[in-house]
């Protein structure tokens, strides 16, 4: 296959991601007894003792970070359960929060266990453009930021 075939078909497989992704509709998930929803990009999480809705302050449609085969993907961190909700969208190369790929991303974690749910409503921007996976670290790092910014609420 010649170079410029290559590039096509990468960019084909980038754009096609990138359309799954954004797309709008509500998109639901269960981790344990939580029940969570978005519905564009806002996320309203129930228990069987209570509901709440988080309106995500993003510029496109919301997902939930997903596995390969499109399970929720879901990290364990001191004892909570950490999910990702993403947004992501092309952007202009004289937009300033635009990666080298031309996307502005932004990630709101969430963090639930036994007792409490903290969402971060502010999101975490990142310059990488869809599909990705994100590691572990970036799981950890959402949540401890999250948590952090628990704890100066309280």
């Given at each position: 296959m010649r170079a410029g075939t290559r590039l096509a078909a990468a960019l084909a497989f980038l754009w096609?991601?990138?359309?799954?992704?954004?797309a709008v509709g509500q998109q639901a998930a269960a981790v344990g007894s939580v029940n969570l929803k978005l519905d564009g990009c806002?996320?309203?999480?129930?228990?069987?003792d209570f509901?709440?809705?988080?309106?995500?302050?993003?510029?496109?449609?919301?997902?939930?970070?997903?596995?390969?085969?499109?399970?929720?993907r879901v990290?364990?961190?001191?004892g909570r359960e950490v999910l990702i909700v993403e947004s992501a969208r092309r952007g202009s190369a004289a937009q300033p929060n635009a990666g080298p790929g031309g996307c502005e991303t932004r990630l709101f974690p969430v963090v639930l266990n036994s007792s409490d749910v903290v969402v971060l409503t502010e999101?975490?921007?990142?310059?990488?453009?869809?599909?990705?996976?994100w590691d572990e670290k970036v799981f950890t790092a959402a949540a401890e930021k999250a948590i952090e910014m628990r704890a100066g609420e309280r």
């Amino acid at each position: 296959m010649r170079a410029g075939t290559r590039l096509a078909a990468a960019l084909a497989f980038l754009w096609t991601g990138l359309a799954a992704f954004s797309a709008v509709g509500q998109q639901a998930a269960a981790v344990g007894s939580v029940n969570l929803k978005l519905d564009g990009c806002t996320l309203v999480v129930s228990r069987p003792d209570f509901r709440r809705s988080f309106d995500l302050l993003a510029p496109s449609a919301c997902d939930f970070h997903r596995n390969r085969d499109q399970s929720l993907r879901v990290v364990t961190f001191r004892g909570r359960e950490v999910l990702i909700v993403e947004s992501a969208r092309r952007g202009s190369a004289a937009q300033p929060n635009a990666g080298p790929g031309g996307c502005e991303t932004r990630l709101f974690p969430v963090v639930l266990n036994s007792s409490d749910v903290v969402v971060l409503t502010e999101p975490i921007a990142v310059a990488a453009c869809p599909p990705f996976r994100w590691d572990e670290k970036v799981f950890t790092a959402a949540a401890e930021k999250a948590i952090e910014m628990r704890a100066g609420e309280r």
